[in-house]
């Protein structure tokens, strides 16, 4: 009995070795499932995309890596502002999705990148932004991490973080559970610590959310 449970700890630790509890979280809901509740037609409403682009505006002609693209949720909006847009994700369900959606004949400006859980794999000094969506308390390693985008980043590149507030008392039944969640202070500090000094914060924008934008 205790050798099962020694192998069957193995096993799952195994299995998610690279994953923290946000990833474990989201994957109990099947990909299909997923893909619907990132495109549910009412997210418009409370996640704002138009105001989200405008905080981040101008975008035309700039090169933006969307980190946990997921569904391309964002990456369309961000094409439709006229950026070049790399939809880069550890899953390659979703990247094959995002290939589909946005093929090159309609969009020649998206591509994919296939990229790992501590590492955005980020070309050094190319983009001009990375961008994330509900995606940054899904990382662990976050300084580390931050670290990477940076180098990855160009001079006065910016990396934009849209994340849940924690403790936030909305109920728009979208997003992980508050335990996973990421206060905006934690945000800016982990930011600070990998290097970042120019930072802005939105919080009052949002209900469930906070745009942090930090430049290189
Ligand atoms: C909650 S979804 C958000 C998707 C999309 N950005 C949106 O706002 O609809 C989180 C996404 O991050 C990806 N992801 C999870 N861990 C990651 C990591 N360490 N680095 C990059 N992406 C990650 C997941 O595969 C998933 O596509």
């Known amino acids: 009995m205790h050798y099962f449970l020694m192998l ?5 630790c195994s299995h998610h070795r690279d994953q923290n509890s946000a990833n474990v979280h989201m994957h109990k809901t099947s990909h299909d499932q997923l893909l619907s509740h990132f495109e549910d037609p009412k997210r418009d ?5 138009d105001l989200v682009v405008k905080r981040i505006s101008p975008l035309r002609g700039l090169e933006v890596i ?16 006229g950026a070049r847009v790399t939809g880069a994700d550890v899953d390659e369900k979703f990247l094959e999705h995002c290939r589909k959606r946005f093929n090159n004949t309609e969009y020649p400006y998206f591509t994919t990148l296939k990229i790992d859980y501590h590492d955005p794999k980020m070309k050094n000094s190319f983009y001009d932004m990375a961008f994330t969506s509900n995606t940054y308390h899904h990382i662990e390693n976050r300084v580390s991490y931050l670290k990477k985008v940076k180098a990855g980043l160009r001079l006065a590149g910016r990396v934009v973080i849209l994340d849940f507030k924690k403790n936030s008392d909305s109920k728009t039944h979208f997003g992980p559970p508050q335990s996973m969640r990421l206060s905006v202070d934690t945000v800016v500090s982990e930011l600070k610590q990998a290097g970042f000094d120019k930072i802005s914060v939105y919080r009052g924008d949002f209900v469930d959310h906070y745009l942090v934008i930090a430049t290189k």
């Open 8 to 12: 069957l700890m193995t096993i799952s």
């Open 45 to 49: 409403i409370w996640q704002k995309p």
């Open 66 to 81: 969307d980190i946990g693209v997921g569904s391309g949720y964002f990456s369309k909006y961000l094409l439709h502002a």
